[in-house]
């Protein structure tokens, strides 16, 4: 039986042979291995490319090909995941970047008023309300500089923020040649998170616009420039100046991640709003139970549910559908 592989897998395939970076490579095989028709003619093609997927992830978790007693450069093409998601900060230089990751966390970049100050990647902890979520400041991107691993960082997070200095005369120029080269990098900025990639070579990553330095001087054309560059995308005015921003910006950022909270108790015991199981919109309670232990949901009996809406203690079974900030209490 022939194989009737698409021509965007052949393209895809000369990529791969190509290719270098062991991340990248093992992307790209993955996605090769969704572009496959599941039918006889691909059974050996499919084996083998998850042969190659398994062998890939194997160098990926070593830390890349044997180094054979060479020396080692440290690379930042990936950043483990803290936290209940991952979110990258981009923009052109002197945007801001730095100095949001300091006063949303307790991380101490480099801040200062001459460009390219930041060098690599530097992480922190944002806390919405009881979540934490890692916040992941970058170098720069402009005609001048763009490090070859943020290609990597940004197709791994979940959540880009895109800052744009709106004081800047250069904002929409420099917002411009960002969008062009990450496209040209088959990375798409989207409003809203895709559902079904449109193409299954391109990282569709939901955006987040930061209007940064928003109530200084010279910033109220600009803030309608973002408008137009940007319609139908979550744009929120920043200014580390004003924590109500900052807020605005956390909520803005959990809200883009399509997920909910969840809180346990124990049986007779008082809830503690802390630490919550976090689970895609529309969970059920025994996605929950699952969350804490695979073998729990399989002896779970029945449920009681707190939450908006609800009856104080409500019987359930394991197929209910969870609100956000429900309260449960697992019987089994």
């Known amino acids: 039986m022939p194989a009737n592989l698409p021509p965007q897998y052949y393209e895809l395939e000369r990529e791969f042979r190509a290719e270098k970076d062991v991340r990248e490579k093992l992307r790209m095989a993955q996605e090769l291995l969704i572009m496959m028709p599941k039918h006889k003619g ?5 084996a083998d490319m998850k042969a190659k997927i398994s062998e890939l992830k194997k160098q990926v978790e070593s830390g890349g090909e044997a180094k054979h007693g060479a020396h080692h450069v440290k690379t ?5 995941r803290e936290g209940s998601a991952q979110i990258i900060l981009i923009g052109p230089p002197n945007s801001g970047k730095s100095s949001i990751l300091e006063s949303l966390t307790h991380a101490r970049p480099l801040v200062a008023d001459y460009p390219y100050t930041t060098r690599e990647p530097m992480t922190g902890m944002m ?5 934490h979520l890692q916040l992941i400041d970058t170098p720069p991107i402009s005609d001048e500089q763009f490090e070859n691993y943020l290609t990597n960082l940004i197709r791994q997070a979940d959540t880009v923020a895109l800052v744009a200095d709106v004081t800047s005369k250069k904002m929409a120029d420099e917002l411009t040649f960002i969008v ?3 496209e040209e990098k088959r990375i798409i900025l989207k409003s809203v998170q895709s559902k079904m990639p449109e193409e299954p070579r391109n990282a569709y990553k939901k955006t987040i616009i930061l209007a940064h330095k928003s109530f200084e001087e010279d910033s109220t054309a600009n803030r309608k420039v973002l408008d137009e560059m940007f319609p139908n995308f979550k744009i929120v005015e920043t200014s580390i100046l004003d924590d109500k921003t900052l807020d605005a910006f956390k909520k803005a950022v959990f809200e883009s991640l399509g ?3 969840v809180y346990t108790k124990r049986i007779g015991a008082e809830v503690e709003f802390k630490d919550p199981i976090i689970l895609p919109i529309g969970g059920t309670v025994e996605e929950a139970a699952t969350t804490l232990h695979k073998d729990f949901a399989a002896k779970l009996k029945f449920a009681k549910v707190w939450g908006a809406g609800k009856f104080e203690g409500q019987k359930v079974h394991n197929e209910f559908v969870l609100s956000d900030k429900d309260v449960v209490e697992f019987h089994i």
């Open 42 to 46: 691909t059974d050996k093609l499919q």
């Open 76 to 80: 930042f093409d990936h950043i483990e």
């Open 127 to 131: 806390e919405y309300e009881t979540v």
């Open 180 to 182: 062009k080269l990450l």
């Open 259 to 261: 997920v909910m909270r």
